[in-house]
């Protein structure tokens, strides 16, 4: 393996970014107690009401049923609704947020003790000491830094993903395998 100066210019997409941000969200403990707390409420919100239905008039069934089926819904189709609001709060974000961005090109080196980061926005040097962690998706490299910023590299036009994953290697990173990741 060469210890080389890596280079890469790309531009980033409002999917790029959208991409980071669910995985990001993904990978905290809090976003699965949010899915089963939410889940468990919205359920048992929908029985305590259709049993309040059913117990005021025993007669008419339509409401109380209502609720019991919803109930059964909300618990089996939970999970799909919170990752379909969250995928439209932050797409909206994104777009709210990263407009100047967003098809930018932006130049990353990969040197040996640090990774120099070029976008309109300014340049930035970034110690490779600082990088906490590097997730691997099958469309990313999510680089997490120290201060809790994160650098995204996407993995295609010209990108060689072999060749970042051996030139972040060689500087001693460990990279996390999320191949399977989906939101």
């Known amino acids: 393996m060469t210890n080389s100066i890596l280079r890469i210019k790309y531009k980033l997409s409002e999917e790029d970014y959208l991409q980071f941000l669910l995985y990001a969200t993904d990978q905290m403990p ?94 930035g040097k970034i110690k490779i000491s600082e990088i906490e962690a590097v997730n691997e998706t099958s469309e990313h490299f999510f680089l997490k830094m120290s201060n809790g910023m994160s650098i995204i590299i996407p993995k295609r036009s010209e990108l060689n993903p072999s060749q970042v994953r051996d030139t972040l290697m060689a500087r001693g990173l460990k990279i996390e395998d999320f191949h399977g990741w989906k939101w």
């Open 30 to 123: 809090r976003t699965a107690r949010k899915v089963l707390n939410g889940r468990i409420g919205v359920t048992v919100t929908f029985l305590i009401l259709g049993w309040l239905m059913y117990s005021n008039n025993k007669e008419e069934l339509f409401l109380p049923i209502y609720f019991w089926v919803m109930a059964v819904v909300s618990a089996f189709f939970y999970k799909k609704y919170f990752k379909w609001r969250y995928q439209k709060h932050f797409r909206k974000h994104v777009r709210e947020t990263y407009q100047g961005r967003i098809g930018k090109e932006a130049t990353l080196e990969i040197g040996e003790e640090e990774i120099i980061t070029e976008d309109p926005t300014g340049e």
